[in-house]
């Protein structure tokens, strides 16, 4: 979809709606706001969905929820709260915002407060959009973008979320590759995507084929899910390729907690405040003002004393470094060229540089980004529904080759040591769905030993940079190289031996799969009498 094309898009006149239109819904769901988009199958311009009383503007929606105590399952939706200023309030931790980053999460921290689980405000949210969209609408597919950093936890949840959803397809793609897609690139391109949104930082490599000496993809898509589209459908199939990918749990809410915290360090972080903060962070990336120039904006504390926030575009700017916001953007772009250069990838291959989210706007990033991208040159799509509109032309459009952002190890015994090591299965940079099977032998780590236990896990890149909280303020910090392994779920397969193992002795042999769901999944046989072992799933791997 070409950039002329994004700046068309439409608020959809109500008088205009036939109520038997077909055709594709994206959700891209955001930290700060949600975007809404969806286009007719024969092939009409986007359209930002304007729906009142919950979107700030067509196809925005803020990402808020309150709940009503009067009622008990009664919810007011985002705009609904802004309008009736309940967004100051700080009453019995009826808000629910900033509850993206927590989707998945093994614990949540304490800066989330809200009554409302991180699961069920999203929830509600794609629920109350569902049902206003479905009353104009007949959607025949969803598509709805998820964070790199938590995919498979992501992923869990949202097909719990659209189990009561009436609707035949659903679709899920990483948000970078979304925004490489909606930057609307040519066939054949290569590009680096830097999403910045309200909770993470996500970056990525994809290529979409065709281009020069190749010829672009031309099927058509004519049958899909059991019904004929010859004549209706105009989406023409092309292939995205993620070559490298990495993300990290923090953005732009971060940074509003920073300024609060650095600015009025006794003063505890009101929703008022952290507002106020947004706002001083928006004004200092405007790339006009002058970087000594001191902006203000006037707060009350928790005292209700009136103060003043006060910040220049230059101590903005030395606050994010003293953070080590730039170290950890250098951290996720050497990964990410690393599992990219797994796939014979070079930096010069890079035609653009495409950066969408809200954080994408502040002039230091870009700058940054810049001199690790030796001047290749920048694609600034409209920063908010781009990851939307790609999410919705990769569906069915497009089909989306992906590669692990984190590898795959199994504990296993070394004969020659003997003593159990992580052994790599697969790397990251591995292309999904594998194209054959990967085989290793195993043997009995005891005497008389009755099974074999699989133990998946996996490692970390060194250098990585993991989010603790101190005193409620997000921190970065680099992981230990003793934490480089990590077990992907506590689940243990046993391998039953029939008879025991001997010490030493090869035992089993064992192909691993990784399937179109990326789930790793083993077939094997028993090297000692030729049998057949069982079968199994050892779960989501990313």
Known sequence: MEINKINQLKQINETEINPIDFGTLAIDLGSSTTVVVFQKEHGQTPELLDLPPISRSPGEIPSLIWKLEEKKEGYLIGQQIIDLNLINEEKENNLSQDFKRWIGSNEIEPIYESK??????????????????????????????????????????????????????????????AAAMGAGLAPGSTLLVLDFGGSTIDMSIVALEGGEGQASPIAQLVRFDGNNLEGKSTQVLRTAKVLGKAGVRIGGKDIDRWIANHLLPNEKPTNFILSSAEELKCDLSNINIKETLVISKKIITNQNEERFLRLSKQGLEKLLIEKGLLESIRILFTQTINIAKRNSFELKDLDSVVLVGGGSQIPLIKNYLAELCNSIPFLTPPPIEAIALGALHLTPGVRVKDVLSKGVSLRCWNKKNEKHIWHPLFLAGQPWPTNKPLEIILAASINNQLSIDLIIGEP????????????????????????????????????????????????????????????LKITGIDLRNNNAIKKQNLGKIR
């Open 116 to 177: 409302i689980s991180p699961e069920k405000a999203g929830e509600i949210l794609i629920h109350n959009i569902w049902k206003k969209v479905s009353e104009k609408f007949n959607v025949k597919r969803l598509v709805l973008t998820a964070p790199v950093d938590t995919y498979q936890e992501y992923r869990t949840w949202i097909v719990n979320v659209c189990q009561s959803l009436k609707v035949n397809e659903i679709a899920l793609v990483d948000e970078p590759t």
């Open 460 to 519: 970390e890149e060194e250098g990585s940079n993991e989010i603790i909280y101190i005193d409620g303020l997000p921190t970065l910090r680099a992981i230990e190289s003793k934490e480089r392994i990590k077990k992907i779920n506590n689940a243990i397969i046993s391998i039953p031996l029939d008879p025991p193992g001997k010490i030493g002795q090869d035992c089993i042999k064992l192909s691993f799969n990784i399937d179109d769901n990326c789930q």
